[in-house]
């Protein structure tokens, strides 16, 4: 137990000096032998544990969709699921926004040549199965029209990364537009339109 524990201590270790390389110093800097001068180990350590540059590639991209969960995760439940979903869109611009190393390998092709494996593809996009869960209750309590929650949550998650990519690029200032845009995905499949307020 003890050096399964140390196992993945190391493990989670070399994923965040690699995503810090990536941030500070771009992909050039995330190479094997790079990530174990910074982390002060061996390169074999480094091989070991991701295999090769792809193995730790996607290592990053599912730590990245791992930490967006965990935020998600953190938002408080509501006694109103439509209450609940709409503060699940400002914690998901927050985790794009405090991630950036992260979310430009999710989201940005970071690193050049590299895709993530369809399994990969699988668990990132399981990561947000709590917006899919959210939007269930919401069509479940009659405040949705009834149809896949998924078709829904994709909706939403294409209008909050458009505008997040945008703000992130230096286009957008501020977090009006973002919700404007979130709350207008969540209205369009609204039973009742002025259910949810939407800025002007």
Same mark, same amino acid.
């Given at each position: 137990?003890?050096?399964? $524990?140390?196992?993945?201590?190391?493990? +989670?270790? /070399?994923?965040?000096?690699?995503?810090? /390389?990536?941030? $500070?110093? =771009?992909?050039?800097?995330?190479?094997?032998?790079?990530?174990?001068?910074?982390?002060?180990?061996? @390169? @074999?350590? &480094?091989? $070991?544990?991701?295999?090769?540059?792809?193995?730790?590639?996607?290592?990053?991209?599912?730590?990245?969709?791992?930490?967006?969960?965990?935020? /998600?995760?953190?938002?408080? !439940?509501?006694?109103?699921?439509? *209450?609940?979903? @709409?503060?699940? =869109?400002?914690?998901? !611009? *927050?985790?794009?926004?405090?991630?950036?190393?992260?979310?430009?390998?999710?989201?940005?092709?970071?690193?050049?040549?590299?895709?993530?494996?369809?399994?990969?593809?699988?668990?990132?996009?399981?990561? +947000?199965?709590?917006?899919?869960?959210?939007?269930?209750?919401?069509?479940?309590? =009659?405040?949705? &029209?009834?149809?896949?929650? !998924?078709?829904?949550?994709?909706?939403?998650?294409?209008?909050?990364?458009?505008? &997040?990519?945008?703000? !992130?690029?230096?286009?957008?200032?501020?977090?009006?537009?973002?919700?404007?845009? $979130?709350?207008?995905?969540?209205?369009?499949?609204?039973?009742?339109?002025?259910?949810?307020?939407?800025?002007?």
């Amino acid at each position: 137990m003890g050096s399964q $524990t140390s196992q993945d201590e190391l493990r +989670v270790r /070399l994923i965040n000096v690699a995503g810090d /390389l990536l941030l $500070t110093d =771009g992909a050039d800097s995330l190479s094997m032998r790079g990530v174990a001068a910074e982390a002060g180990c061996s @390169t @074999t350590v &480094v091989y $070991t544990m991701f295999g090769n540059k792809e193995g730790l590639a996607e290592a990053l991209y599912l730590e990245g969709f791992e930490r967006f969960r965990r935020r /998600l995760a953190a938002v408080p !439940r509501h006694a109103d699921p439509l *209450e609940y979903l @709409t503060s699940l =869109g400002p914690a998901y !611009r *927050e985790a794009c926004l405090a991630e950036p190393g992260y979310y430009s390998v999710m989201f940005e092709k970071a690193i050049p040549g590299w895709e993530p494996s369809e399994r990969a593809r699988t668990l990132a996009r399981a990561a +947000v199965n709590i917006l899919d869960r959210a939007i269930a209750d919401c069509i479940s309590a =009659g405040y949705l &029209v009834p149809t896949q929650p !998924r078709k829904v949550a994709d909706c939403l998650w294409a209008a909050a990364q458009g505008a &997040v990519s945008l703000e !992130r690029a230096g286009h957008l200032r501020g977090d009006h537009i973002y919700t404007s845009v $979130t709350l207008a995905a969540i209205s369009r499949y609204l039973v009742h339109k002025d259910s949810v307020p939407i800025p002007l």
